[in-house]
């Protein structure tokens, strides 16, 4: 696992998992933010918080100098104005990744979507919000960085680690995880060495069991 870790969106439902876990893990990981008052109100000293604003890539670097990782859990709740898909879940991932690039930062781990290469899912109505985010994950996949792209399933609130975990490739898949699975599975591909430029649904079977995370990424094949 890399120590010095740095997550865009750790103030959302997924990020602030993925926050947690690593601090539980006795990691300091890094977050950055627009507030960071309001962040260090959530995680205390567990974590380092920066300001930064993903629309502009010279605040983004203070922060990513000396990562080793990213972890991308930027995702918009608006379809329009000054927060829509396109500037924040295409452009300020854009941003992040030209940050990256200029920090020499190992490994970057974006979370996408299941779906994205399919237009006409209904997902895509909220202000193109699949479009986007599949232009961003082609931005990563030229970057030169090592890379994993998660896309999961549609996301739930209910418990993780009980369910099995399904991989596929080619966005063919459909199901559901939990954002605690998410978070497990996004700090998984840290950890695990390989492969380092991937792309991959993610999914929960409908049954339990142990979860082989040699074998999951083995089944993978690089982008």
């Keep these: 696992m890399w120590k010095n870790i740095l997550i865009a969106g750790g103030t959302g439902r997924t990020g602030q998992i993925i ?16 507030d960071p008052a309001k962040a260090a109100t959530w995680f205390g000293e567990g974590a ?11 605040t ?9 990782a990213v972890i991308s859990a930027l995702g918009t709740r608006t379809p329009v104005g000054k927060n829509c ?30 779906a994205v290469t399919h237009p006409e899912h209904p997902l895509n109505r909220f202000g193109r919000v699949l ?46 995880l939990s954002r605690a699975d998410l978070a497990e599975i996004c700090l998984a591909a840290l950890a695990h060495p390989t492969p380092a ?15 082989d995370w040699a074998k999951l990424f083995a089944s993978l094949t690089p982008d």
């Design 85 to 114: 898909p396109k500037r924040v879940d295409y452009q300020g991932i854009a941003n992040l990744i030209r940050a990256a690039q200029m920090a020499a930062v190992k490994r970057f781990v974006l979370i996408s979507s299941i």
């Design 60 to 68: 983004l670097l203070p922060a990513m100098w000396g990562m080793d």
């Design 19 to 34: 926050v947690n876990n690593l601090i539980a893990q006795g990691i300091h990981p890094h977050i950055i933010v627009r």
């Design 197 to 211: 430029r991937v792309t991959f649904e993610a999914i929960e079977s409908d049954q339990t069991g142990h979860r």
């Design 131 to 176: 479009e986007w985010k599949f232009k961003s994950e082609q931005v990563l996949q030229e970057s030169g960085l090592e890379y994993a792209i998660v896309r999961p399933g549609g996301l739930t609130d209910a418990p993780g680690g009980k369910q099995t975990l399904l991989f596929g490739q080619g966005d063919s898949i459909r199901g559901t």
């Design 48 to 58: 380092a918080v920066h300001a930064s604003d993903i629309g502009e890539v010279a």
